[in-house]
C-alpha cells in the first residue's frame, strides 16, 4: 500500500482530498503545517489557526488517519512573510503564494512527507497530472476552469511532480462539496476564502503599516512625459492599473502605469496607456524539464485571477528569461506576479514578471 | 504499535475491569439511597474506603473520591490554602516550580485572585527538591506547602519524608501530588508524614476518571466542589461507583505487585538509558539517575523538535511523549526543562520513555535499533 502525506489546512478542499485518496487504497496520513501569524493575530488567519487545525483534526479523527501538525512558524516567517515585504520594497507586488507553494508546500513540506516515509504528498489543489506517453509528468489545468489552481503549481518540476498528487482536480467544485457531506466532514460548509493566509483578514497595507512602516514614504505623482500631477502615500499604497484613491484632479480617470522606486514616483495616465503588448518574465520553470528554445504560442495568464490571453513566447538566449509578446494589449501588468503560460490543458511553465 | 508512555496513562488490567463491571448494571444504586439498591452501592464505595485506608495506613474518613489526579491537586490546594488561611491568617503557599499544572495553575489562581503570597522554590539541576531549600523558605505566614512526590516530565522522586518533617516542625500543612509515584512508590501516609496528598487511578491499571485525596483528620480545608455532602461533606457530587471499586482494585493490586513491577521495569529502563546516551550524540538524560521512578526514562536531545521526533516515532511504531511537545505546532520546552538548566535548544528535543507490566526486552530493542535514525532524521529539520 502506498504512503501519501496529505497536506491539510482545515478546509474543504484539503479534507475531500485525504478521503478520496483513503478510498482509493491508499495508506493516508494528515499533516498540517503551523505558520506564522503576527502576535495577537493567531485567531484571525485564514488559515491554519488553532480553529482550523481543530476542524482538520476532526476530519483526521472521522477518516481514521493519522494526523500530525508539523511547525514551520519560523521558516515560513523567513520565507513568504520576507519575500512579501521584500517584493514591496522593489515597488513589486509579489504574491507570496508562489514563494510558499515552492518553499514551504513543495520543499519544507515534501521534505517532511519524505522523511516520514511517504510515498506522496497531496494537496487540495484544483490541478491534475498525467504521465505523457514519454513518461514525463504533465501538469494540467483543473477540470473545472473556474476554479483552476495550477497556477500557483507552475514552480514545480518533475522531481517533485513525480511525488505529487492532486486528488480533486477531476471535480467539479459543487461535488467537492457534495462530496464532503456524504463523508460526514464537518469542513462541508465551510467557507472558501481568497485572502492572503497572513493577513488576518486585514488589508495588506495594514500589515506593511505594522511590518515595514518605511515604506510608506511619500513622492511625486507623474505622468509618463515626466510632468509632475500630485502627491503620492508611498508607493505600496498603489497597484498597477489602480485609478482610486490618486488624489490628482483630471478631467479623465488615470491609472496608475508603473512605480519608481530609485526616485520614489509613482506613473499615472490615461486608459488608453495601460495596455502593454509585452513583458519579460524571469526565473521561468519549465515543467517538463526541458527548456523550449524557440518561439511558441501559448495562452498565458499574468496574474491567478487573470483570464487566459494568447501570446508569443520567445525564450530568450538566458534560459531562465522569457519574452513574451501578447496579441493584444494587456492591462495590469504587474512586476512581482507571475506569467504562466499554457497550450490547452497542459501547464508549459511559468516565470515572475520583470 | 509498542506502546512506551505508561507515564501518560496504563491500560486498564483485566482484573480492574471485572470488578467494574456488576457497578454498571445490576449494582447501579446510587450510595445516597435509603432503600437496598443505595445501600448495595454504598456498601461497595466504603470498602473502597477501607481498602485505601489499609493501604495507605489511614482511616477510611480521610480518603475522598474525586474525579482524577487534577481535581484532588485542585481540593488540596484550594481548599486547604482558604480553610488554613481562614483559621490562623497564614498567606503564603510555598511550592516547587516543578510541580504538575494541577498544582502550578492552582496555585496561580490563588495569587492572582484570592490574594495569597507565593514562593516558587527552585530545584537542582536534576530537578529534586532538596529539603533545605523548604526549610530556608518556610515560615509562620506559610499556609500550606506542596511538593510533589515523583515528577512526571523527569521522572525525579523528591525526599517527601525530610520535607513532611520540617512542615510538621514548623506547624504547616504538608500536601504531596503522588499521582505518578503511586505506580511504583510506597504510599504510606503514616510513614511518608504528609497531610494531603493526591492519586489518579489511570496511572497503575485503573481506568481513567477517578481520584482521590487523602486529608489527614483535623485538615483545615475546605470543600471546591459543593452540594449534597458526599465524601464526608468534601466532595459534592453521586459517586461514580464502578470507577471507585475499580480504583480500590487497581491500588490493591498495585500495594501487592509493586516490588515485582519495580523488578521487571528498571532493568529495561537502565538498558535503554544506557543504550541512548551511548548510542546518540549530543544527548543527556534529565532528572535524578538514582532518585528516580524505576520506569522512566527521560533524555534532551540538543537540536531536535521534540514533537518533530514523536511524530517520526509514530509514525515508526512507537508511542512516547515529550516535555515540549505541542499538539498544535507550537511548541516551547516546559518550565521543568528551563528549571533543570537546558537551553532553548535542548529542551525543545525532549523525549520520555516510560516503561510499564507490558513491556518486554524485545520492543526496548526495536526502540533502540529505530530510534537513532530518526533522531538524525529529526536533526535534518533543525534551524539555527
Known sequence: MKKVVVAMSGGVDSSVAAALLKQQGFEVIGMMLRLWSESGKEDSNRCCTPDAMALARRVAGILDIPFYVIDAKGVFKDTVVQYFLDGYARGETPNPCLACNRQIRWRFLLDHALAFGADFMATGHYARVVTDDRGRIQLLRARDRSKDQSYVLHVLNQEKLTKALFPIGDYPKPEIRQIAWSFGLPTASRHDSQDLCFLAGDDYRNFLKRNAAGMFVPGPIVSRSGEVLGKHTGLVNYTIGQRKGLDVPSSVPLYVLGKNVSTNTLVVGEQVELGLRELVAYDVNWVSGEAYNEPFRAEVKIRYTAKETVALVTPLEIGSRVLIRFDTPQRDITAGQAAVFYQGEVLIGGGIIS | ?384
Not at chain 2, 535503554?272 to 532528572?287: A, K, N, Q, V, Y
Open chain 2, 1 to 384: 504499535m509498542i506502546y512506551l508512555d505508561h507515564a501518560a496513562t496504563t491500560p486498564m488490567d483485566k482484573r480492574v475491569l471485572d470488578a467494574m463491571l456488576p457497578y454498571f448494571s445490576d449494582f447501579f444504586g446510587n450510595p445516597s439511597s435509603v432503600h437496598r439498591y443505595g445501600q448495595l452501592a454504598e456498601a461497595a464505595v466504603d470498602s473502597a474506603h477501607e481498602i485505601f485506608a489499609s493501604i495507605l495506613k489511614c482511616r477510611p474518613d480521610e480518603i475522598v473520591f474525586t474525579s482524577c489526579g487534577s481535581e484532588s491537586d485542585n481540593l488540596a490546594l484550594r481548599g486547604a490554602a482558604l480553610a488554613s488561611r481562614e483559621k490562623t491568617g497564614a498567606n503564603w503557599i510555598l511550592t516547587s516550580k516543578t510541580e504538575h499544572p494541577a498544582v502550578s495553575k492552582t496555585v496561580k489562581q490563588l495569587e492572582k485572585y484570592y490574594g495569597f503570597q507565593v514562593k516558587w522554590l527552585d530545584s537542582d539541576k536534576d530537578g529534586l527538591i532538596k529539603a533545605d531549600v523548604v526549610e530556608k523558605a518556610i515560615g509562620d505566614k506559610t499556609a500550606i506547602v506542596s511538593v510533589m512526590y515523583a515528577n512526571n516530565e523527569i521522572g525525579t522522586v523528591n525526599p517527601i519524608r525530610d520535607i513532611a518533617a520540617i512542615c510538621h516542625n514548623h506547624g504547616v500543612l504538608f500536601h504531596t501530588d503522588a499521582v505518578q509515584a503511586a505506580a511504583y512508590l510506597p504510599v504510606d501516609v503514616a510513614e511518608l508524614g504528609v497531610d494531603l496528598m493526591s492519586l489518579g487511578g489511570h496511572k497503575f491499571y485503573g481506568p481513567k476518571g477517578i481520584g482521590a485525596l487523602y486529608v489527614r483528620k483535623g485538615t483545615p480545608i475546605f470543600p471546591i466542589q459543593t452540594g449534597g455532602g458526599q465524601e464526608n461533606g468534601l466532595r459534592a457530587g453521586t459517586q461514580n461507583v464502578p470507577y471507585i471499586v475499580g480504583f480500590a482494585e487497581a491500588l490493591r493490586l498495585v500495594d501487592i505487585e509493586r516490588e515485582e513491577r519495580a523488578a521487571h521495569v528498571k532493568p529495561l529502563r537502565d538498558r535503554l538509558i544506557g543504550s541512548i546516551l551511548e548510542t546518540i550524540p549530543d544527548s543527556r538524560l534529565t532528572g535524578h539517575m538514582e532518585s528516580r521512578l524505576p520506569n522512566h526514562a527521560s533524555f534532551a536531545f540538543k537540536g531536535v523538535d521534540g514533537n518533530l521526533l514523536l511524530t517520526f516515532l509514530d509514525g515508526a511504531g512507537f508511542a512516547c511523549s515529550s516535555g515540549s511537545a505541542c499538539k498544535t505546532g507550537n511548541p516551547e520546552p516546559s518550565e521543568v526543562m528551563y528549571g533543570i538548566g537546558l537551553t532553548r535548544e535542548w529542551g525543545l528535543g525532549s523525549l520520555r520513555v516510560t516503561l510499564g507490566v507490558g513491556t518486554n526486552a524485545r520492543q526496548i530493542e526495536s526502540f533502540l535499533d529505530a530510534l537513532p535514525e530518526l533522531v538524525v532524521n529529526a536533526r535534518k529539520f533543525a534551524r539555527n
